[in-house]
């Protein structure tokens, strides 16, 4: 089928529709597809062109040999807390925006899945891994509560202060033990799952779709409440400098 309203290449994200579906491709492969400013507002132009032409799947997807290698560190230097801070409350909205869509969302991991692309990931209604996928969550370790309290809900509380606290790297193949993977599929497979998962997705219509997402999903003082967690924890002083420390002392281990 021939995809509609695609942009350009080489911007942060590959946006295009085709059909009933809207893909969403992270497209910084140099980067391994790090989370900045113009990726995040490109993903939330992407999903609002989503729900203005009542897409019925969003699938997320990573350019490259990886989905995300997370938020992306270069610069810092140039950045204040209060740059940081914006960036993160932004990424939060990104998160809150995919998690509430009123349509079926998925996320296809493959490669590094780490930190904010691991959100980004466990935030999508579907998920699914090829084979060797990674996962990492190291937010905490420089004070940033991002998806915490949703992830705590997706693999229950015990072993999210596991992985939280550790920041351990684990495989798509214990990630579909956990409840954060659903299924592991290669690369070939991709296109005929989207497409079955799109027709699943079109069993409601559009309204009932909708309020089925609704009702299965957190209450909006929930929502606010991550939101102000996530604040609270950005504006504690001295941001760039734990994010600095995190990374100095990740390239000494």
């Known amino acids: 089928m021939q995809k509609s309203h695609a942009h350009q290449d080489r911007t942060a994200v590959g946006i295009s529709h085709e059909g009933s579906v809207t893909h969403l491709m992270l497209n910084r492969p140099e980067k391994l597809n790090a989370v900045n400013a113009e990726m995040v507002e490109q993903l939330i132009r992407g999903l609002d062109e989503a729900v203005q032409r009542e897409s019925r799947l969003v699938v997320f997807s990573g350019s490259g ?6 938020f992306d560190l270069s610069g810092l230097e140039e950045q204040t807390d209060a740059d940081l801070l914006y ?5 939060e909205m990104l998160l809150q925006k995919i ?7 998925m996320a296809i991991g493959h490669g590094r899945c780490f930190g904010a692309g691991a959100d980004i990931f466990c935030s999508c209604a579907r998920r699914v891994a090829a084979a060797g996928t990674t996962f990492k969550m190291p ?3 420089f004070g940033i509560v991002l998806g915490t309290r949703r ?6 509380r015990d072993v999210a202060r596991e992985l939280l606290r550790t920041s351990r790297v684990f495989t798509a193949e214990e990630g579909l033990g956990l409840g954060v993977v659903q299924q592991i599929t290669e690369s070939e497979d991709w ?3 989207i497409e079955t998962i799109a027709k699943e997705s079109s069993f409601l ?3 009932a779709a909708s309020s089925l997402l609704r009702n299965t999903r957190d209450r909006s003082a929930d929502l606010d409440q991550d939101l102000s967690e996530l604040t609270r924890s950005a504006a504690a002083p001295g941001l760039a400098d734990r994010i600095q420390a995190y990374v100095s002392k990740s390239a000494s281990q």
């Not at 998690?99 to 969302?105: E, I, Q, R, V």
């Not at 992830?151 to 229950?156: C, K, P, S, W």
């Open 65 to 70: 040999r990886a989905f995300s290698a997370g």
């Open 87 to 91: 960036r993160f409350v932004r990424i």
């Open 99 to 105: 998690y509430t869509a009123p349509m079926n969302t």
């Open 139 to 141: 937010g905490l370790q």
């Open 151 to 156: 992830f705590a809900q997706l693999v229950g």
């Open 191 to 193: 296109s005929s799952l």
């Open 205 to 207: 219509t559009l309204a």
